[in-house]
T-cell receptor
Framework: GQNIDQPTEMTATEGAIVQINCTYQ??????LFWYQQHAGEAPTFLSY??LDGLEEKGRFSSFLSRSKGYSYLLLKELQMKDSASYLC??????????WGAGTKLIIKP | GAVVSQHPSRVICKSGTSVKIECRSL??????MFWYRQFPKKSLMLMAT?????????EQGVEKDKFLINHASLTLSTLTVTSAHPEDSSFYIC??????????FGQGTRLTVV
């Protein structure tokens, strides 16, 4: 079957770095998405990886290893506004997204 | 890597008006483009698949006359939301691929209909 695993909740300190891991199993693979979702709002697109390696966008970076079925989202210089849920989603061979349950990130001062 | 540019990133429109969203492949020829819609707390939904020079193939339940898709060239596809209503407010994202590449995704467009 198809499955996405990511931690339910993580806590980090303002100004620090946090890594959110995601493992996936899908029928075919057409890329891995990361979304940020604040409570009561729709998810907003953060990154998309289809090739192995690290993609950096400012404070956020996303890594993919296709052979391991593994990705992580790295957030640097954490700010209080980064408190949100982070959703990992893998796209299968039919171009449909398979979603993880999301990781709730709590930032403490 | 290949770049897909989606424009605008955010748009607010009045109910009853139409909104056009553009999806461009900047450094490759996109023979196929996909349009998705993000529903709150749900999976990204594939709306339609378009091949350059032919009519788009819509997924079941997607209104063809409401969501007009044009893929007139190998680098541009447009999605027009006609007579938009508040329930059309959503996050729309496109992706594009050529015959021998993976699909690359645009940044998405947040549409708010007021």
């Amino acid at each position: 079957g198809q499955n996405i695993d990511q931690p339910t909740e993580m806590t980090a300190t303002e100004g620090a770095i946090v890594q959110i891991n995601c493992t996936y199993q899908t029928s075919g693979f057409n890329g891995l998405f990361w979304y940020q979702q604040h409570a009561g709002e729709a998810p907003t697109f953060l990154s998309y990886n289809v090739l192995d390696g690290l993609e950096e966008k400012g404070r956020f970076s996303s890594f993919l290893s296709r052979s391991k079925g593994y990705s992580y989202l790295l957030l640097k210089e954490l700010q209080m506004k980064d408190s949100a849920s982070y959703l990992c989603a893998a796209m299968d061979s039919n171009y449909q997204l398979i979603w993880g349950a999301g990781t709730k990130l709590i930032i403490k001062p | 890597g290949a770049v897909v540019s989606q424009h605008p990133s955010r748009v607010i429109c009045k109910s009853g008006t139409s909104v056009k969203i553009e999806c461009r492949s900047l450094d490759f020829q996109a023979t196929t483009m996909f349009w998705y819609r993000q529903f709150p707390k749900k999976s990204l939904m594939l709306m339609a698949t378009s091949n350059e020079g032919s009519k788009a193939t819509y997924e079941q339940g997607v209104e063809k006359d409401k969501f007009l898709i044009n893929h007139a060239s190998l680098t541009l596809s447009t999605l027009t939301v006609t007579s938009a209503h508040p329930e059309d407010s959503s996050f729309y994202i496109c992706s594009a691929r050529s015959t021998d590449t993976e699909a690359f995704f645009g940044q998405g467009t947040r549409l708010t209909v007021v």
